[in-house]
């Protein structure tokens, strides 16, 4: 079981910080006390000053219309069910078999709920080999039953018997005449949530290094997905779908307490952007984002990178690992979104007179009322 220990949580925290404060003994307290920050810059004196000037005076001009910056106008963070809670996020060894795999993600997942786990977050197209020829393969018709999708019920079954939220990663999933890389939400009574579909397909050419198409088999989604949860509001994405932050942009102004990415970075990608990309998002909307990757296989015909992940609101890392088949155990505290959005408010201080990002999908439902 990997646990970030609390000195390396200080090695973490020097190593996204020390650009902030030289003053090493500063830092333990600089995410717990965030009424200070940045260095003097206009005297370039390398010390820490309290920067939280009030609310009032740091909001920009009426003229700026920053309620207009998101078409609908973001809705408030709504109060979550609980505060404070913990996630797993289940970095599983994938193979060729099937019944083994579930076998795999069950244990995992129990141990996980046996350590106090609230949600679990599984990887990125943990039933099936990673490749275009085992998503027919390995396909199940989830809208068909759980007697068609042994995946899922295994989900909903421990869901229902642990009493706790399953993110289930994804599995291929065959609908009609196409397949879809899709996530499964269960809520704690063993009821399907949310299914998010995969709304951007991984597909790249690198040259000499990585080349991979999903949708030569596979078809994007169309709808984001967010979904209110015994742990609060969730927005789900899948792997590439992180890349774009106008979808996390969406899920924050929808009101999303914590983002959930389960995907398979690979050995060019993942040592470049997959932590960039996870902090650069909770950094962006000032939330949590949580993320599951497969177990690194080297005799796979994909190798992913691994280094599962969970980011708070400040874009610092909180928990994470290596690339070895183990479960990482972080605490959530959505007080701290709250906290960091009144010392640090730019979500009220956007230039809806300059840009807006808009929500087709809200701003067509509202239009129909």
């Known amino acids: 079981?990997?646990?970030?220990?609390?000195?390396?949580?200080?090695?973490?925290?020097?190593?996204?910080?020390?650009?902030?404060?030289?003053?090493?003994?500063?830092?333990p307290n600089f995410l717990s006390n965030p009424?200070?920050?940045?260095?003097?810059?206009?005297?370039?004196?390398?010390?820490?000053?309290?920067?939280?000037?009030?609310?009032?005076?740091?909001?920009?001009?009426?003229?700026?219309?920053?309620?207009?910056?998101?078409?609908?106008?973001?809705?408030?963070?709504?109060?979550?069910?609980?505060?404070?809670?913990?996630?797993?996020?289940?970095?599983?060894?994938?193979?060729t078999d099937k019944e083994k795999n579930i076998a795999r993600a069950k244990k995992a997942i129990e141990d996980a709920a046996q350590q106090g786990a609230q949600l679990v977050l599984l990887p990125e197209i943990w039933n099936s080999p990673y490749s275009n020829d085992s998503f027919p393969q390995y396909a199940e018709d989830?809208?068909?039953?759980?007697?068609?999708?042994?995946?899922?019920?295994?989900?909903?079954?421990?869901?229902?018997?642990?009493?706790?939220t399953i993110i289930?990663?994804?599995?291929?999933?065959?609908?009609?005449?196409?397949?879809?890389?899709?996530?499964?939400?269960?809520?704690?009574?063993?009821?399907?949530?949310?299914?998010?579909?995969?709304?951007h397909l991984f597909d790249i050419d690198i040259p000499g290094q990585m080349t991979f198409k999903e949708s030569?088999?596979?078809?994007?989604?169309?709808?984001?997905?967010?979904?209110?949860?015994?742990?609060?509001?969730?927005?789900?994405?899948?792997?590439?779908?992180?890349?774009?932050?106008?979808?996390?942009?969406?899920?924050?102004?929808?009101?999303?307490?914590?983002?959930?990415?389960?995907?398979?970075?690979?050995?060019t990608t993942g040592p470049l952007h997959w932590e960039l990309l996870q902090r650069a998002r909770a950094a962006d909307c000032q939330l949590y984002v949580a993320t599951c990757s497969p177990a690194r296989d080297c005799g796979s015909s994909y190798v992913a990178w691994g280094h599962s992940t969970l980011v708070g609101p400040f874009g610092e890392v909180l928990a994470t690992t290596e690339h070895d088949e183990t479960t990482v155990l972080g605490e959530i505290d959505y007080s701290l979104v709250e906290l960091r959005r009144t010392y640090l408010p730019f979500q009220k201080q956007r230039r809806g007179?300059?840009?807006k990002l808009v929500d087709i999908q809200r701003l067509n439902s509202t239009a129909g009322h």
């Open 1 to 27: 079981m990997a646990a970030t220990s609390s000195l390396c949580q200080t090695l973490i925290h020097k190593r996204s910080l020390r650009f902030l404060v030289p003053n090493t003994n500063f830092l």
């Open 35 to 95: 009424t200070f920050s940045l260095i003097n810059r206009s005297n370039n004196k390398n010390f820490a000053k309290p920067f939280c000037t009030p609310i009032s005076a740091s909001m920009g001009s009426p003229s700026f219309k920053s309620e207009e910056a998101r078409v609908p106008p973001a809705l408030p963070l709504p109060t979550p069910p609980l505060t404070k809670f913990k996630i797993a996020l289940c970095q599983l060894s994938v193979t």
């Open 142 to 164: 989830i809208d068909a039953g759980f007697d068609a999708s042994p995946s899922t019920r295994m989900l909903s079954e421990l869901a229902k018997s642990l009493q706790i």
């Open 168 to 199: 289930g990663g994804s599995i291929p999933e065959r609908s009609g005449d196409k397949l879809y890389n899709t996530c499964c939400v269960f809520g704690t009574n063993g009821e399907l949530l949310a299914k998010h579909r995969k709304i």
């Open 216 to 267: 030569n088999t596979l078809t994007a989604g169309e709808n984001p997905t967010i979904v209110d949860t015994a742990v609060g509001r969730i927005g789900i994405g899948i792997c590439y779908d992180i890349r774009f932050q106008e979808l996390a942009a969406i899920y924050a102004a929808r009101g999303a307490h914590l983002l959930c990415y389960p995907g398979a970075f690979n050995m």
């Open 353 to 355: 007179d300059l840009y």
